[in-house]
């Protein structure tokens, strides 16, 4: 699951909106709205966040977390190294073959320190 599927499906849920109600005032099928939500699809384009942010009347400080959420909810990332040091790309390799053992506690010293955006 993806942090932008996770929130969607919190806040659809938190409104007592069926997955399928919500995929037709959106205009696409509850198969990719399912998908969208639990990251077997890629983060949405602009125009459907926008729909998706509409349909849920969510605004400002929410609908800028929204956004900020589906950039950072592309379920297969490419990390290219190209032109960085030999240890970058040792990093981005070892994280690679890691990140599905690391327990929520090591990702979250993990993203404190790289820092948030």
């Known amino acids: ?21 919500m995929a037709a005032a959106i205009g696409v099928s509850p198969a990719y709205l399912s998908a969208l939500e639990h990251g ?14 509409g349909h849920l009347n969510i605004i400002w400080d929410e609908a800028e977390e929204l956004e900020r959420l589906a950039d950072l909810s592309h379920p297969r990332v ?11 790309t040792e990093v981005a390799n070892r994280l ?4 599905g053992s690391l327990d929520e506690s090591k990702l979250d010293q993990l993203i404190e320190l790289i820092g948030k955006r």
């Open 1 to 21: 699951m993806t942090p932008f599927g996770a929130r969607l499906r919190d806040i659809r849920e938190a409104r007592g909106m069926t997955l399928k109600s």
């Open 40 to 53: 077997r699809r890629g983060r949405p384009t602009w125009d459907l966040l926008q729909r998706i942010i």
């Open 78 to 88: 490419v990390i290219d190294t190209e032109g960085l040091t030999p240890k970058a």
């Open 96 to 99: 690679a073959e890691r990140i």
